[in-house]
């Protein structure tokens, strides 16, 4: 007997035995029956129809199925067991398999298609989805289908519907649904596509012609899919290159300072978000989504006084004289991680993401862009436009302006050149403790966290030009981009290998960077 005439045949009977319920389930004997036998297709069949009924006395037969609480007697008959499981004598517990547990949820999850709360509705079709869809699950799955006023609800339910389709006796069905699949976008939904061109599979050639072409339509729509998630992967990666690196565009920038411990600036500032975190926890519980409203102006302004605790203590001694800068920055930095790991240990330490940063948003049918990288690219434009306008519309921006360009002029004009310094020092550090809040939201925090960025950062700013704002955000996004397009055909190392020696090759053709400084006066 073939499923197609079994599934006839069940249909009648419930047609025939649809007003003769039994007690204590409240069922047509006839749909129990196969529940107890050995047919494994009927089984499943049987739980569809079940399904199909959508009755809370359907309901209960499932679920005692589905609990191992369902029996049949010697004489066939079939019963759910008592709250204390006992049996009346002589009859056994109905065995589920794994199938048949797949084919319940899925029954059970089509009868919430109908349930008034759209997330109850949404995972009610996903759950028929990701099991086993069955012919007979088509009709209340259209219902719904046509009910449905939910965007997201109605995508998984179409899918539903045409994953039904495909299994159809009718090759005109068999091809709309290949048809839909193919424009449904979601490269889940291949292999099934894929396997109407076996041969031997489908038989009605028009069906092997639309799902080719869905195929063709698919692998088309997630090579687009792909780039453009290797773009926003670049556009995140560039924006964390450019939260790390901007601090030290003012430092070694606009002040010639090269600063080994700019990386151990952003671990400062991660360290504070960790701390800000912990006391939100600790005494605003019920505000702790907020904690970043916090920890933004306390990591700034930890990390700019350690900056500017830094420039007055070691590197004021130490202009001009690049070298010496460098090992004296160096050895700080090395100070200052062990300082940490004296503090807070070696182990790194948590920064939870929000709870308004948690999951992403669903484009191109199967590319998520997750929220924390959407936040830290936003966030990046606003630290740079703040920025800008700190340097071209303040007087503390005129001021160091003035001071990169002629220190000497701008000393004998009565500019505080001392001070200048170590507020724009102190400035750079800030920024670079905001770049640590960032990066804290990507993943764990540790002592050697900034260890992975400095030579980034440096490289970031000597290819967009010493001094030059403009092409710092420049050199930062296409690095970034850069490094995402090349990472699938070369892999990570290479591709790191290759960027620095187009950064090599570049300086020595145009050692100004991509943006040189202009003035009368330019060291």
Known sequence: MTMHVLRVLLAALWLVAGAAWATPAGVAPALLAPLAGDDPDARVTAVAFLGALGTPQAAAVLRALQDDALYATAEGEVGIAGPDRSLPEGAETIMVNNRLRVAIAAALSGMDLGAPQPARRLAAARAMLDGEPDPAQSAPARRALVQETDDEVRAVLALLVARIGLQSNDPAERRTAAVQLGESGNAAQRPLLQALLEPGFETDESVRVAAATALAALDSRQRRADLAGRLFQGLSLGSVLLLAALGLAITFGLMGVINMAHGELLMIGAYTTWLVQSL????????????????????????????????????????????????????????????????????????????????????????????????????????????????????????????????????????????????????????????????????????????????????????????????????????????????????????????????????????????????????
């Open 280 to 523: 939100f926890r600790h005494y605003l519980p019920e505000s702790v989504d907020w904690y970043l409203l916090a920890a933004l102006p306390a990591a700034f302004l930890v990390a700019a006084l350690a900056g500017m605790a830094l420039e007055r203590t070691v590197i004021r001694w130490l202009y001009g004289r690049p070298l010496e800068t460098l090992l004296a920055t160096w050895g700080i930095s090395l100070v200052l991680m062990q300082g940490v790991r004296t503090l807070f240990g070696a182990q790194n330490v948590e920064v939870a993401n929000p709870a308004w940063m948690a999951g992403g948003v669903t484009v191109l049918g199967s590319l998520v862009l997750p929220y924390n990288r959407i936040a830290i690219i936003v966030f990046a434009a606003l630290v740079t436009a703040a920025v800008w306008l700190l340097l071209n519309a303040t007087r503390l921006g005129l001021f160091v302006r003035a001071v990169m360009q002629n220190r000497r002029m701008a000393d004998c004009v009565g500019v505080p050149t001392g001070r200048i310094d170590m507020l724009t020092f102190g400035l750079g550090s800030g920024i670079a403790g905001l770049g640590g809040v960032a990066l804290s939201q990507l993943g764990n925090v540790g002592p050697d966290l900034g260890q992975a960025y400095i030579i980034d950062s440096f490289m970031v700013v000597v290819l967009g030009g010493v001094g030059q704002l403009a092409g710092t955000v420049i050199a930062a996004l296409d690095l970034g981009e850069l490094t995402k397009l090349l990472e699938p055909f070369t892999g990570a190392v290479l591709t790191k290998i290759g960027i620095l020696v187009f950064i090599v090759v570049f300086i020595q053709r145009r050692p100004q960077g991509l943006f040189a400084l202009k003035g009368r006066s330019v060291e």
